[in-house]
């Protein structure tokens, strides 16, 4: 039997490498998976990739929309009857560069993906599993969200709203059994990262990630494996006294 036989999951940013590789994960453990994602094309090609692991139903949604957020909500208690597990993944990065030069226009798109869009997620999805008595979230933070970090403060701030939201959440949400965790991934190899090495050092961001790799105790970035293993965890009832709790996946660089 799987981890999350009978289940049913949805994750955001499900189109991306850590939702795309937690998908397939929770799919060969045996949920039925709802991939929600801002871009269409995205989401059928990653439905294509997995459909052979078990059933993918897919809702393109903005998720600082609240409407939308309330669409992907409908839609999958209106397939499924249900939500077992809801991965509150989606973000982005922003721009790279120093306080002093960041835009209000590219700080309110950031903390509306990073922080309004988890804030709607567990608004919404919180009201089906507080009616149901039972759930597990697992909202995406970051090292970003435990510390501070030079020239991507907009990332830093919507990470750290992350852990007074999953906290906040967890206390109002314990009473019917619904748990609420967050996870702290280091550099992980996928997209968003590529991007940040760029605007680190546009001339050069090879030599970046090669830094950075260098920084961690275990000397390497993670992979989308290495943070989806730890969300199938807190996905499944192997974490069932765990709540309200932050978790690094981060190659050591907690422990500096």
């Given at each position: 039997m799987?981890?999350?036989?009978?289940?049913v999951?949805?994750i955001?940013?499900?189109?991306g490498?850590i939702g795309?590789?937690?998908?397939?994960?929770?799919?060969k453990?045996g949920?039925r998976?709802?991939?929600?994602?801002?871009?269409?094309?995205s989401?059928?090609?990653?439905k294509?990739?997995?459909?052979?692991y078990?059933?993918?139903l897919?809702?393109q949604a903005?998720?600082?929309?609240?409407?939308?957020?309330?669409n992907?909500?409908?839609t999958?208690?209106?397939?499924?009857?249900?939500?077992?597990?809801?991965?509150?993944?989606?973000?982005?990065?922003?721009?790279?560069?120093?306080?002093?030069e960041q835009?209000?226009?590219?700080?309110?798109?950031?903390?509306?993906?990073?922080v309004?869009?988890?804030?709607?997620?567990?608004?919404?999805?919180?009201?089906?599993m507080?009616s149901?008595?039972?759930g597990?979230?697992?909202?995406?933070?970051?090292?970003a969200?435990?510390?501070?970090?030079?020239?991507?403060?907009?990332?830093?701030?919507?990470?750290?709203?992350?852990v007074?939201?999953?906290?906040s959440?967890?206390?109002?949400?314990?009473?019917?059994?619904?748990r609420?965790?967050?996870?702290?991934p280091?550099?992980?190899?996928?997209?968003?990262m590529?991007?940040?090495?760029a605007?680190?050092?546009?001339?050069?961001?090879?030599?970046?990630?090669?830094e950075?790799?260098?920084?961690?105790?275990?000397g390497?970035?993670?992979?989308?494996?290495?943070?989806?293993?730890l969300?199938?965890?807190?996905?499944s009832?192997?974490?069932e006294?765990?709540?309200?709790?932050?978790?690094?996946?981060?190659?050591?660089?907690?422990?500096?």
């Open positions: 799987g981890k999350l036989d009978g289940k999951a949805v955001t940013g499900g189109a490498g795309k590789e937690t998908a397939a994960l929770f799919l453990e949920a998976v709802v991939l929600v994602d801002l871009f269409e094309d989401l059928q090609k990653t294509t990739e997995l459909h052979t078990g059933e993918v897919t809702v903005d998720v600082s929309k609240e409407a939308d957020v309330k992907y909500v409908k999958t208690v209106d397939h499924f009857g249900k939500i077992d597990v809801f991965f509150n993944n989606a973000g982005i990065e922003g721009k790279v560069a120093p306080i002093v835009t209000v226009e590219d700080f309110d798109k950031v903390i509306a993906v990073n309004r869009g988890v804030f709607l997620g567990l608004k919404h999805v919180l009201n089906v507080n149901q008595g039972y597990s979230i697992i909202n995406t933070s970051s090292v969200g435990l510390h501070g970090s030079e020239g991507v403060s907009p990332y830093v701030a919507s990470k750290h709203a992350v007074g939201l999953t906290k959440a967890a206390l109002e949400a314990a009473h019917a059994n619904v609420v965790n967050s996870i702290h280091s550099p992980v190899n996928t997209r968003m590529r991007s940040l090495e605007g680190f050092n546009p001339e050069d961001a090879e030599a970046v990630k090669e950075l790799a260098k920084s961690l105790p275990l390497r970035y993670g992979e989308p494996s290495d943070i989806a293993k969300v199938l965890f807190l996905a009832d192997d974490s006294f765990i709540t309200g709790a932050q978790y690094r996946v981060d190659g050591g660089q907690g422990a500096k």
